[in-house]
């Protein structure tokens, strides 16, 4: 009997709820982003953001898990998680602010691609000649998009790409943590730590935060949270091979946030890559799931 039979329909229906609102707050995250990256530095940004979000979630983990979740037996790959975490953003901040939202995030999801290839050198996982098609596909994808050697080719799209590549890096070293910490925990640290290494760097480029600004801040901590833990929840709730493929929803919400705020509209070759890179990202979740039945 596979999981998701016995899984509760009501169930499914919850995780796959939870996993597009999550998905939709993330979006909303990336749109105030790019917003605010026209007046501010990403990395500013990026400290201001975790430096709401670190008391926020503290005190969530202090009343749902009392304050021994505090404490952790990882600290040192925490804190190279939170290096990883940084740079990924604010690789992917900086592509924001010459890209349209769309085609950042289309190429943000190449990160399963990268850990399906990295999971063999780093976790000694054995991946099927099917998978390793699905990487390729993906691949391709990718290349659809960026348009490496065609007239039209930015530079900035590399940016995503590599947010992607350090992305993976961070999902793949969670399983180093394993299974006895929880993930309020890990949620503390993952924006803990970045805050601390952003300090010194967005001092160093420090604009005056306008007053009509401060709230457009509030809502990137807000968001930024309710995403990555409603994401989190729906994997709890329902089996992944279900609820994945619903993180490409983010596709649909980041093209209609593009053109309701900007007037971006998608290039026919990035639709193609976008797609592309989406049929990899469902055939590696659908290769994994089965595998691991």
């Known amino acids: 009997m596979s999981v998701e039979s016995q899984t509760e329909p009501k169930q499914i229906s919850r995780g796959i709820l939870t996993i597009c609102a999550g998905v939709a707050f993330l ?37 749902l898990r009392g304050t021994h979740a505090l404490r952790t037996r990882h600290l040192g790959l925490h804190a190279a998680r939170g290096l990883l975490m940084l740079i990924g953003a604010y690789l992917y901040f900086t592509s924001l602010s010459f ?16 850990i399906t290839a990295l999971s063999v050198p780093l976790l000694g996982e054995a991946v099927g000649w099917r998978r390793w ?4 596909l993906g691949f391709i994808g990718v290349l659809i998009v960026v348009q490496p050697g065609a007239a039209g080719f930015q ?22 943590i394993g299974p006895g ?24 480029v420090w604009v005056p935060v306008q007053a009509d600004d401060l709230w457009l801040f509030i809502a990137i901590a807000i968001f930024g949270s309710l995403g990555i833990t409603l994401i989190g929840q729906a994997f709890r709730l329902a089996p992944a091979a279900v609820v994945a493929p619903f993180d490409y929803t983010a596709l649909v919400w980041a093209a209609a946030l593009g053109w309701l705020i900007w007037g971006d509209l998608l290039a026919f070759w990035t639709i193609v890559g976008a797609l592309i890179i989406v049929a990899s990202g469902i055939i590696i979740v659908l290769r994994e799931a089965a595998a691991s039945q």
């Open 27 to 63: 979006v909303l995250n990336d749109a105030i982003a790019k917003v605010l990256t026209d007046r501010y530095d990403p990395i500013q940004i990026i400290f201001l953001r975790n430096l709401i979000a670190v008391p926020m979630i503290a005190s969530a983990v202090v009343l």
């Open 99 to 114: 890209m349209p939202l769309a085609e950042a995030t289309a190429l943000i999801f190449s990160a399963p691609i990268f």
């Open 133 to 136: 098609g699905a990487v390729i």
């Open 155 to 176: 530079p900035a799209a590399l940016l995503p790409v590599g947010a992607a590549f350090l992305y993976s890096l961070f999902m793949i070293t969670a399983r180093w």
């Open 181 to 204: 910490e929880g993930i309020w925990t890990m949620m503390l640290f993952v924006v803990l730590f970045p805050l601390i290494y952003a300090a010194p760097f967005a001092l160093a």
